[in-house]
């Protein structure tokens, strides 16, 4: 069945970068994008960004732009989403999804079990 | 403040029918049809309730159903179960700015 299975919690503290990575199973990695949506503590759900099945293509949340950075590595079905510059309205649970080849379909039927990134000094 | 403007709350009463509102702007619900929902419930990852307006994904009850006029999409539960009772967020392409935009999202409490 597909899989997408995400990196462990981490603490960062104000201007450090985080990685967080995805590995997906269960399906031809290379036929799927891949989506980020990250959720703060309490509020609602806030797309980041989508990639292309071979890393070849991105796009990016307008107000997220100049910090993330969103990569794939195929040889292990593995996505990362990279964030620079926290600040403490950056700690929120990551999600990483299995999204459409193309960016414009918003159909994510499958989900990563999230990610909790804190950003605390 | 989200792209996406949907009711903070609603509630309905078992074996009642809701319906919850999702507004948008001609660069996005408007023009395309490309809207999805999604169901929340407390520490879990979302799950896909409705693609591309009105599709129901395998799996998803016929309890549940989506469709657009204009500039707003909808997303009807009828038959309201216990276990409805969750956060509902919708979804949609949108040509200027940020490619994918969410609604702030909507807490489903089943009396």
């Known amino acids: 069945q597909v899989q997408l299975v995400q990196s462990g919690a981490e603490v960062k503290k104000p201007g450090a970068s985080v990685k967080v990575s995805c590995k997906a199973s269960?399906?031809?990695?290379?036929?799927?994008?891949v989506s980020w949506v990250r959720q703060a503590p309490g509020q609602g759900l806030e797309w980041m960004g989508w990639?292309?099945?071979?890393?070849?293509?991105?796009k990016y949340a307008q107000n997220l732009q100049d910090r993330v950075t969103m990569t794939t590595d195929t040889s292990t079905s593995t996505a990362y989403m990279e964030l620079r510059g926290l600040r403490s309205d950056d700690t929120a649970v990551y999600y990483c999804?299995?999204?459409?080849?193309?960016?414009?379909?918003?159909?994510?039927?499958?989900w990563g079990q999230g990610t909790l990134v804190t950003v605390s000094s | 403040q989200s792209a996406l403007t949907q009711p903070a709350s609603v509630s309905g009463s078992p074996g009642q029918s809701i319906t919850i509102s999702c507004t948008g702007t001609?660069?996005?619900?408007?023009?395309?049809?490309?809207v999805s929902w999604y169901q929340q419930h407390p520490g879990k990852a979302p799950k896909l309730m409705i693609s591309?307006?009105?599709n129901r994904p395998s799996g998803v009850s016929n309890r549940f159903s989506g469709s657009k006029s204009g500039n707003t999409a909808s997303l009807t539960i009828s038959g309201l179960q216990a276990e409805d009772e969750a956060d509902y967020y919708c979804?949609?392409?949108?040509?200027?700015?940020?490619?994918?935009?969410f609604g702030g999202g909507t807490k489903l409490t089943v009396l």
């Open positions: 001609n660069s996005d619900i408007g023009g395309y049809n490309y």
């Open positions: 591309d307006v009105s």
């Open positions: 269960g399906y031809t990695f290379t036929s799927y994008g």
């Open positions: 999804t299995r999204a459409h080849a193309l960016p414009h379909y918003c159909n994510y039927y499958q």
């Open positions: 979804t949609s392409y949108a040509s200027s700015g940020t490619l994918v935009v």
């Open positions: 990639i292309s099945p071979y890393g070849d293509n991105t």
